[in-house]
Structures are given as structure tokens and as C-alpha cells.
């Protein structure tokens, strides 16, 4: 591997780092536990998104798992330890998750998930809050909070940008477990690969954004993106035209368009 690992990062116990030809690896690695999430997960997670945003040797970051199952949700002794939380303690634990969603989602880098198994509760919430998905078919998707008596809160505010509302309210009223094929249909995940392919093609995929496309052009349009959707027609229009001037002036903008003109191929 091309890096080398802060101390904080080789104490940790449930996450792996690592990075090759320009790619970041984010393993969730409680296999035995189905790589369910607790706040000491999280609190790794966030440390490793950290460490890959600002690692100059990573382009695109992979968010995969260990195992069978890519996550199963919130871990049971975690949910029994919820029990004796206060409004002050679940206000803080919730936003502990939170932040992690809203880092992955604002994260200078494309992320992309490999799914190779269900992804559950807060793990369907990992999985859909990257940029894009690539699943097994057998995998199984869903958000099965109301069954228990609980709410997919944070996960509810990414999922009405990314799928709109008529699929978010399907998905999180009736917490039904659905197909990865069910999944794709709904813009949930973005493509479907076999077991045996899985992590070939979300590689070869991932080393093509690093060939063929700006750092500078994805990071600026992933931030563009999450921004949009908050602003009214016109206040949207002037920021993309701004944005769009903006790019105009980069270093990457000149050197791709004078490689265009002189019909060279680029090197990114």
C-alpha cells in the first residue's frame, strides 16, 4: 500500500484503511457482528473519511465491508444500550451519525460503496448516502425502523434528494426489505455487478474517474450538487453560472481544453 498510516489510524478496531493506485479503502471490519454500527464505529468511520480526504495520494475513496453482509444496522448491545438514554444523550449520539452522513455526502472526493451484502437500517443509509453504489444482486435493501417502533430520521433527508418523495415514503413507511434489482429501479444504488466481479469492476470503475476526469472538476460539481437542491430557481441559476465562471479560470479547465484542442490525450 501507498500509505503510510497515522498511529490513530492503525489503533482502530473496527475500520481498515488503505490505499493503492490512487484509490482510498474504507473497510467495515466486524464481519462477526455484520458490520453493525455503533458509536464507536461511527466515531472510525469519521476518522477514516478524515484521513482519505486529506490523503494527496487518494483520488476516489471505495466505502466497502468485511464479510457477508456489508451492514446490518445499529449493533443489539448498542440498542439495548439505548435504553437508558436521555433526550440529551440520544440528541448527541443521533448527531454523531448524523455528521458522518453529512461528511460523506459534502467529502471533496467521490465515494463510491461496494455492496456486497445487505445493507440494513443505518447500513441501507452508508449505502445510499455515496455518491455511487455498486451491489451484489443478492444483496437486500431497506430501512426497518418503524417496525420497531423507531424513525429513519437522517437518512430521510438525503434520501428525498436522491429519490424524491413517493419512493422515500414507500421505503420508510413500509420498511419493507426489497431487492437489489428493486433497489436500482428506485435510484437507491447506482449498478449491479456479481459476487465474483464485484470488487474488479467498482476498481476499474473507480481507476477510471482517476484517469479520466478532473479532482478539482468532481469536487467542485459534488459540492454543486448537494448545494442545489436547497436553493430557489434563480438563486440556483446565478450560483451554477458562477460556478460555471468559476471553472472557466482553473488550472485543470485550461490545461483540458488545451489538450482537447491540440487532440491530446490528458493525463489526470
Partial sequence: MENLLTPELEALRYI???????????????????????????????????FAEDDESVKVIVLRSAGDVFCAGADLAYIQDLQGFGYTDNLEDSTHLMQLFHQIYTLKKVVIGQVQGHALAGGCGLAAICDLTFAVPEAKFGYTEVKIGFIPAIVSVFLLRKI?????KQLLLSGDVVSAQTALDMGLITFLSTKEELADTVNAYAQRLCRENSGQS?????????????????????????????ARGSEDCRKGIAAFLSKEKISW
Fill in 16 to 50: 481498515r484503511y488503505e490505499a493503492q493506485d490512487r484509490i482510498g479503502y474504507i473497510t467495515l471490519n466486524r464481519p462477526d457482528k455484520r458490520n453493525a454500527l455503533n458509536a464507536d464505529v461511527v466515531t472510525e468511520l469519521k476518522k477514516a473519511f478524515d
Fill in 218 to 246: 468532481m469536487e467542485v460539481t459534488k459540492e454543486m450538487l448537494a448545494r442545489l437542491p436547497e436553493m430557489a430557481l434563480e438563486e440556483g441559476l446565478r450560483y451554477a453560472a458562477q460556478s460555471n465562471a468559476e
Fill in 164 to 168: 424524491g418523495e413517493a419512493r422515500t
